[in-house]
């Protein structure tokens, strides 16, 4: 089994959406699609009730293959991290449940083989978690209500960047937030592997307006398709510098 590539948009939010398509139906979309959607709901660290467009969290998450998860601001960074590593785990054993189906049959996965067997698959399965290569895209709320969270989602996001590159695998992040001035999103951060320049970007955000989560899911599903278009585009160049007489 190749170690392939793994795609995860992380959206970090603490409110539901309220404006443009729902967000639900997007992530399903991005599931198709090969995208992993996860979804982190952020309190404040003196709220003592969860609001009702929390919920909303679960439901893209699930929607998208991937996992949610809600937290006080200050425990955001061991969160963000924890979520992306049981998305990749969740995503691969997804990945070796199929290939055992085709071997053993359509009924067969990995809760079903015997506790040896299951032990040596979910070795494959933590070894792929380590060697795959890595897209994630966070996508950052930053509606009104986000505006005090920012620096602590900023903070999580470099803690994250320096245990994500402790893996053999290649990491790429990329950083988006909405609502944008003239779009669904803006880009913050273009794809990079280490997010050590995160502190310069990162004051630039400005919070405010309101939160068409689904809208923006949709935008940062398409910045997947346009890296993959302006790789093979630069691949065809180089190609066409290799030929003699170029």
Known sequence: MSKGML????????????????PSAVATLAHQQG???NVIGVLENDQSEQ???????EEIAMSGGGVSQIVYAKSLS???QMVTRQAMTQTLQGVVNQELQQILGPNQSIEELS????GEVMEVVEDLGETCDLEVLVLVDTSASMHNKLPTVQDSLYDLSLSLNARMGKNKF??????GKRRDIDKIMDWTPKLDSISSVFPKLTSGGITPTGPALRSAIQQFEKKRNLRSLMTRDESAREEPGY
């Open 78 to 80: 061991q969160t963000v």
């Open 174 to 179: 990329s950083i988006y937030s909405f609502p």
């Open 7 to 22: 795609k995860q948009i992380l959206l970090i939010t603490d409110g539901c959406s309220n404006q443009g398509e729902d």
């Open 35 to 37: 995208v992993t959607i």
């Open 115 to 118: 506790p040896e067997k299951r």
């Open 51 to 57: 609001p009702e467009g929390l919920e909303e969290v």
